[in-house]
């Protein structure tokens, strides 16, 4: 089980900033990691841990909008949120066009930066979830006999074993005991269970390409 738990990254070039939003957001229990530039940001990010990006625009040693272009080329799945003293709607716009999640203006009220980022994390942990399971169930499925995957698609249409049997024209015994293989392959307990996870790949064979 993956005990780590989600980080905020914050990237400001002002001290100030850095250590009265790390107290803040310390104070509803995130764990937040500092960077003072961008390029020291990128040493030590780790695309694959589940984490949100707090980027201030204007910093020596390269720009946020810089990082937050970067960041869109490494197609990283952390959500960014733009925190700057000098908004514009130009900025703004560029924010979201490269693929900012947010744009806040300083100073930000402490709520709605809260919120901001709870909301954004939670978005964010749901997703990665979400693909997770589908990547495990994908890879499951690929475990099946060509065989079991015509029964698996039938039992999904909905019908029993003595019909698919007479549609794939095996005995009924021999549904049973491709349905028992793939049920144990899939690593499903209820019928139910095995609609709800493998349809869609039934359904949309091409996503398993």
Do not use: W
Not at 23 to 35: A, D, K, P
Request: glycine share 6%; charged share 25%.
């Amino acid at each position: 089980m993956n005990t780590v738990l989600p980080l905020v990254h914050l990237v400001d070039d002002d001290d100030a900033v850095r250590q009265g939003l790390a107290l803040l957001l310390s104070t509803v229990g995130m764990q937040v990691r500092t960077y003072a530039d961008p390029e020291q940001f990128l040493r030590a990010f780790d695309p694959a841990q589940a984490g949100i990006i707090l980027l201030d625009v204007r910093m020596p040693g390269g720009s946020g909008m810089g990082l937050l272009d970067r960041l869109g080329a490494m197609n990283i799945s952390q959500p960014v949120i733009i925190l700057t003293g000098h908004g514009t709607v130009d900025l703004c716009r560029r924010a979201f066009k490269a693929g900012a999640t947010e744009f806040l203006e300083k100073p930000v009220d402490d709520e709605v930066l809260i919120d901001t980022l709870q909301r954004a994390l939670t978005e964010h942990l749901l997703n990665k979830g979400r693909k997770e399971a589908e990547r495990t169930a994908r890879e499951r499925y690929l475990r099946l006999s060509a065989r079991e995957r015509e029964v698996l698609e039938l039992l999904v249409a909905g019908m029993t074993n003595r019909e698919i049997g007479h549609a794939l024209d095996l005995s009924p015994r021999t549904v049973e005991v491709h349905r028992a293989h793939l049920v144990e392959k899939l690593e499903t307990e209820t019928l139910a269970q095995l609609i709800r996870q493998y349809a869609p790949l039934v359904d949309a064979p091409h996503e398993l390409q």
